[in-house]
Nanobody, 122 residues
Framework: QVQLVESGGGLVQPGGSLRLSCAAS????????MGWYRQAPGKQRELVAS???????NYADSVKGRFTISRDNAVNTVALQMNSLKPEDTAVYYC????????????????WGQGTQVTVSS
């Protein structure tokens, strides 16, 4: 079983910055993709950004140029630096980690964090 612990959400004014962090722990053999999703009230959960073990990144068009995702493979953490925040970025942000568990790479897993609230408002 793989557990994710998120931190870093909060209230920020438009134009401000926040940094989200997520740490994975448990029976992890390897992690392939780490990412952040968000869900605003009344909307579907959407991908914000993801990063592979090799460092390839993918961003939603709405956050390109403002958000940066990074990971530390040595300690199984992923971070999302959010700059120039807008009110439309307000949502619950969820960490997502995919990989292989156990001692020999089985079973595969997909884990979600508990979610952290990000509110952008003046």
């Amino acid at each position: 079983q793989v557990q994710l612990v998120e931190s870093g959400g909060g209230l920020v004014q438009p134009g401000g910055s926040l940094r989200l962090s997520c740490a994975a722990s448990g029976r992890i053999f390897s992690i392939s993709v780490m990412g952040w999703y968000r869900q605003a009230p009344g909307k579907q959960r959407e991908l914000v950004a993801s990063i592979t073990s090799g460092g390839s990144t993918n961003y939603a068009d709405s956050v390109k140029g403002r958000f940066t995702i990074s990971r530390d493979n040595a300690v199984n953490t992923v971070a999302l630096q959010m700059n120039s925040l807008k009110p439309e970025d307000t949502a619950v942000y969820y960490c997502n980690v995919q990989g292989l568990g156990g001692s020999y790479g089985l079973p595969a897993f997909v884990s979600w964090g508990q979610g952290t609230q990000v509110t952008v408002s003046s």
